[in-house]
């Protein structure tokens, strides 16, 4: 992980202090049922991010990504619009990228087994803000359940390893949601192999909970969220 620019803040939006220092590069997995609120973190993080003055990088399996964006920029409402980028992976889309009025940018790719097509969206994304002077950034992806659907783990694995890469030497945070009852424990496993740290969710007696594994020594306590 690379450690030149100034650390990632995750604490407010998580709860938990361990993540008020995350190192630049630091890819984590955000793991947890249906209904955990794991994509909602996701953009919430993205959005401090950009209300801080970094980048924001949506990829979205599930959402269009002009609602992705104006979900963020409603969170973020001092933001810049030139700092949101969103990445498209839903079925029968066309693989296009434009800027919007606004001047976020929005690029499609035909569907979320088109991992090459998700790489070049994430890499012209981070060359956009970076040609921008944005020099800091998140990445938030969601759904890697819905990835593997289509694909395979091994398949995941591997683009979220290279993506690990791509974050790493550009100092970015990766934050990726997968759905922990989707899927065997072998899966889990494998992917979990492509992340630095393990953030999970879950739901006790009507309450969401969340832990860190990974970034520090130890594991934190579970925490309300």
């Given at each position: ?12 939006s ?11 590069g ?30 924001a990088v ?9 609602d ?36 976020a ?10 991992m090459t ?10 060359d ?5 002077g944005i ?37 970015y ?9 989707a ?8 992917i ?5 740290g393990?953030?999970?969710?879950r ?7 969340a832990?860190l ?12 969220v």
């Amino acid at each position: 992980m690379g450690s030149d620019q100034n650390m990632y803040d995750l604490s407010e939006s998580i709860g938990i202090d361990a993540a008020a220092s995350v190192q630049p590069g630091t890819s984590i997995l955000v793991s947890g049922p249906a209904m955990t609120g794991k994509e909602e973190l996701l953009f919430e993080s993205l959005a401090e991010g950009a209300q801080s003055g970094e980048g924001a990088v949506a990829v979205t399996t599930g959402g269009r990504a002009e609602d992705v964006i104006d979900e963020i920029r409603e969170r973020a409402d001092d933001a810049s619009s030139d700092r949101l980028c969103a990445i498209d992976c839903r079925t029968d889309s066309d693989r296009e990228g434009f800027q919007r009025d606004d001047g976020a940018y929005v690029n499609r790719v035909s569907g979320p087994a088109d991992m090459t097509g998700i790489g070049i969206g994430i890499t012209e994304c981070f060359d956009r803000l970076h040609n921008a002077g944005i020099d800091e950034g998140r990445l938030g992806l969601a759904n890697l359940s819905t990835m593997i659907t289509y694909t395979d783990k091994q398949t995941v694995f591997k683009f979220c390893h290279v993506l690990s890469s791509r974050l790493d030497s550009a100092s970015y945070l990766g934050l990726f949601a997968i759905d922990s009852t989707a899927h065997d424990e072998q899966t889990l496993q494998v992917i979990k192999q492509a992340f630095d740290g393990l953030l999970e969710l879950r739901n006790s007696e009507g309450t969401r909970e969340a832990r860190l594994l990974g970034i520090e020594p130890t594991p934190s306590e579970w925490v309300e969220v």
